[in-house]
């Protein structure tokens, strides 16, 4: 039987639409330094780093150049993922569970304000013959998808704007967030609109930060002064590049993550197993979406999300109230559920939990994602 391998350390910056005093070097700097101390080690006690950038969005070539001293690596192994923050936990689990590496951080940072052509960025992902002439606005893909999930569904505008009003409230408590707010319907709808359905408020803002966590297997954890924070599965999946060969009424990406982060984990009703669920909500609809396909309610009935029927989430105010931050969004909300199930939520703890869902998406134009469940057990 395998080792157990859990979070040691966890620390992320504030979440702010601007860091105008602040390079990301230092923002990066900051962070793995608190996670250390966290961790109750030292940058040499570190075997091995993933990072977890782009370089679209870093704005530079091959910007993991610029990476290693910052964050304790240089002289080390250092591995980048071009993909959302939670893979960089999925890629420091098999670094440990294959013997590679024995303590491993991972780092995602964002420093989305200095960059002026994000829609340019999300266009340059489409296929350049097809696809993109069609592509006034990036957000025309979510907003196809978002009217095909509510003509099934029966979700509405009104449903949509109650996520929105929801995660902002709750981001009122979390000061690592960016966003809070409260929002009222007519707020919300009446808002301009991106690409219809959706309207600027469905969709999350960008945000800088950087997120850090450290992994360990158990024999490792057990000595260390942080109470262990074990990774009991993960899981993740991709659907086709091509938009014309997508089930656009379902996160079919996201169903089969689940299945695999379920099964290792042992889970088998996740609505009742799980305490709490940290999902990305990128866009409103997004998180009835993610719910559904992760069967965190019956299919079909993602407005459980906002009747009080569900456990919590996005108890954190997801990305709509935290800010979406390019490349370290997933890990962010990593960084929260470590806080849940180590006692330290403050304001916006859910009671007496003990095991939790991550899931993060890369967002549009992709339609990959991963899942984590997390145990304090």
Do not use: C
């Given at each position: 039987m395998h080792e157990r391998i859990a979070i040691i350390g966890a620390a992320m910056s504030p979440l702010r639409a601007t860091y105008p005093e602040l390079s990301y070097k230092e923002l990066m700097f900051a962070t793995v330094s608190k996670a250390l101390l966290d961790a109750g080690i030292g940058k040499d006690d570190v075997d091995s780093l993933v990072t977890c950038s782009d370089d679209l969005w870093e704005g530079r070539s091959i910007g993991d150049e610029f990476v290693p001293d910052q964050i304790g690596g240089a002289l080390k192994p250092n591995n980048r993922i071009n993909a959302d923050g939670v893979y960089g936990v999925f890629q420091a689990f098999m670094q440990i569970r294959a013997k590679v590496a024995t303590i491993v951080t991972v780092v995602a940072h964002s420093k989305s304000s200095d960059l002026i052509t994000k829609n340019r960025i999300l266009n340059y992902a489409l296929d350049p013959v097809i696809e993109r002439p069609l592509a006034q606005h990036p957000y025309f893909i979510p907003a196809l998808e978002a009217t095909r999930y509510m003509y099934e569904t029966g979700i509405t505008p009104a449903d949509l704007a109650r996520v929105v009003i929801k995660n902002r409230q709750a981001a009122l408590k979390n000061p690592y967030a960016a966003y809070g707010a409260k929002l009222t319907p007519e707020t919300?709808?009446?808002?301009?609109?991106?690409?219809?359905?959706?309207?600027?408020?469905?969709?999350?803002?960008?945000?800088?930060?950087?997120?850090?966590?450290?992994?360990?297997?158990?024999?490792?954890?057990?000595?260390?002064?942080?109470?262990?924070?074990?990774?009991?599965?993960?899981?993740?999946?991709?659907?086709?590049?091509?938009?014309?060969?997508?089930?656009?009424?379902?996160?079919?990406?996201?169903?089969?993550?689940?299945?695999?982060?379920?099964?290792?984990?042992?889970?088998?009703?996740?609505?009742?197993?799980?305490?709490?669920?940290?999902?990305?909500?990128?866009?409103?609809?997004?998180?009835?979406?993610?719910?559904?396909?992760?069967?965190?309610?019956?299919?079909?009935?993602?407005?459980?999300?906002?009747?009080?029927?569900?456990?919590?989430?996005?108890?954190?105010?997801?990305?709509?109230?935290?800010?979406?931050?390019?490349?370290?969004?997933?890990?962010?909300?990593?960084?929260?559920?470590?806080?849940?199930?180590?006692?330290?939520?403050?304001?916006?703890?859910?009671?007496?939990?003990?095991?939790?869902?991550?899931?993060?998406?890369?967002?549009?134009?992709?339609?990959?994602?991963?899942?984590?469940?997390?145990?304090?057990?």
């Open positions: 919300v709808q009446n808002s301009p609109t991106i690409s219809s359905p959706l309207t600027e408020l469905d969709a999350a803002y960008y945000a800088d930060g950087v997120a850090v966590v450290i992994l360990a297997p158990e024999s490792v954890a057990k000595n260390l002064k942080t109470k262990p924070v074990y990774v009991l599965g993960i899981g993740w999946d991709s659907e086709s590049a091509h938009l014309g060969a997508r089930n656009w009424g379902r996160a079919d990406y996201a169903y089969k993550a689940g299945i695999r982060v379920y099964e290792m984990a042992g889970i088998k009703n996740p609505a009742q197993e799980l305490d709490f669920a940290e999902i990305d909500d990128r866009f409103s609809y997004k998180e009835l979406m993610h719910a559904e396909a992760l069967r965190l309610v019956p299919e079909g009935q993602g407005k459980k999300v906002l009747t009080g029927e569900t456990m919590p989430i996005n108890p954190s105010g997801g990305y709509l109230g935290l800010g979406y931050a390019p490349n370290a969004a997933g890990l962010t909300r990593v960084v929260e559920a470590v806080f849940q199930l180590r006692g330290e939520a403050g304001s916006r703890q859910v009671k007496n939990a003990t095991k939790g869902l991550v899931f993060g998406w890369y967002g549009p134009p992709s339609a990959s994602g991963g899942a984590v469940i997390l145990g304090n057990e």
